[in-house]
């Protein structure tokens, strides 16, 4: 079966520091992958997207690499800071049939940046 | 700014009664949207993709009867929760995608937190 696996248990960091964030998955053939940002009680934000023939993607202090033959993508903040503490989502956006894509998520990793 | 919004953000209701979830994509249109449910600290769960113009797809395990969806407009989706029961207390989301021209992205609403008494 399909599975998309984050590491569950929470991230502490220390202010500064960089924070490096696994998603891992299984029996999917993703054309793309994309993380998001939830804090508690609020919907997911999107933060970027990588598609299948890409290997690295960087947006500000954000870097997304996704290895197809890992079957594997890494997230990672630079220079975190306290404000990046939040949930942080992958998920696989894949072909279901013609014309028609799903997205399904992991179960997030927590992320918790110490001043 | 918010390009999803959803409404209401929380609600309380006595068990057996029918609450309805509005989602609207503001400033662009949605042909499409997604609803979505989290449990505490779990995954969201797809439920179903509403569909403008046609009727909602549903997935595996979702009963599409006491999850009703209407995709009213290009820019309004509903979910009604009908004959709610305590399990149905969730946190549900719905999302929208939308064409920026170099990519797809898809902006979620901020939830709403049902509570079934």
């Known amino acids: 079966s399909q599975k998309i696996e984050q590491n569950s248990e929470a991230l502490n960091i220390q202010e500064g520091k960089t924070a490096t964030l696994t998603c891992n998955y299984t029996n999917y053939s993703p054309a793309y992958l994309q993380w998001y940002r939830q804090d508690p009680g609020r919907g997911p934000v999107f933060l970027l997207l990588?598609?299948?023939?890409?290997k690295e993607k960087r947006k500000e202090r954000l870097k997304v690499t996704f290895d197809t033959t890992l079957k594997q993508s890494l997230f990672h903040i630079t220079a975190s800071q306290p404000a990046d503490s939040a949930t942080y989502l992958c998920?696989?956006?894949?072909?279901?049939?013609?014309?028609?894509?799903?997205?399904?998520f992991g179960s997030g990793t927590r992320l918790q940046v110490q001043p | 700014g918010a390009v999803v919004s959803q409404h209401p953000s929380r609600v309380i209701c006595k068990s057996g009664t029918s609450v309805k979830i509005e989602c609207r994509s503001l400033?662009?249109?949605?042909?499409?949207m997604f609803w979505y449910r989290q449990f505490p600290k779990q995954s969201l769960m797809l439920m179903a993709t509403?569909?403008?113009?046609?009727?909602?797809?549903?997935e595996q395990g979702v009963e599409k009867d006491k999850f009703l969806i209407n995709h009213a407009s290009l820019t309004l989706s509903t979910l009604t929760v009908t004959s709610a029961h305590p399990e149905d207390s969730s946190f549900y989301i719905c999302s929208a995608p939308r064409d920026l021209g170099y990519q797809e992205t898809q902006y979620f609403g901020p939830g709403t937190r049902l509570l079934v008494l």
């Open positions: 998920a696989l956006e894949w072909i279901v049939d013609t014309g028609r894509r799903a997205l399904t």
């Open positions: 400033d662009f249109q949605a042909t499409t």
């Open positions: 990588i598609r299948e023939n890409e």
């Open positions: 509403s569909n403008e113009g046609s009727k909602a797809t549903y």
